[in-house]
């Protein structure tokens, strides 16, 4: 009976600390930060472009004579605000990606930062 009592114990222990620890993960999960220091065109941006808008604004698919691969291709938008503009969903600007949801924040956050950290060829 005691032998019991003592697994029973154990066993709900268990459940429990196994609940405490789904809980604390999701909310681990929940506030993970976006890194958006320090940003790669190479190794940041491109992979978000290639992802989301290379299947109109490659050279060759060129939607809306808009191509956005190839540094000297891609910094005009840069300049003039409208790839800021058109990510963020920011009035005047057609908002991109066409048809698709809005990149994610920390997407956005990264092209925001490097932007602001110049725009480098990086
Ligand atoms: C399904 C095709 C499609 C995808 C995907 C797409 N675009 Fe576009 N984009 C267009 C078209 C077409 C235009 C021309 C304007 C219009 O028709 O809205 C355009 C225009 C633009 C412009 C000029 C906007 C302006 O208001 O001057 C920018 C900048 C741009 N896209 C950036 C992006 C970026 C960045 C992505 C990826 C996050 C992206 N686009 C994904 C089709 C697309």
Redesign the pocket.
Known sequence: MQGLKTTNILFLMLILLSGCYYDSEEELYGTTECDAVDMSLANDILP??EN??Y???SVTAN????T?EGYEKLLP?VNDG??L???MHSG???P?????AK?LDCEIEKIESWINSGALNN
């Open positions: 978000i472009l989301d808008c299947t109109c604004h939607f809306g004579n808009v956005l938008y409208s790839l503009g058109a990510i005047g600007y057609s991109m990606p066409k048809g698709k990149l």
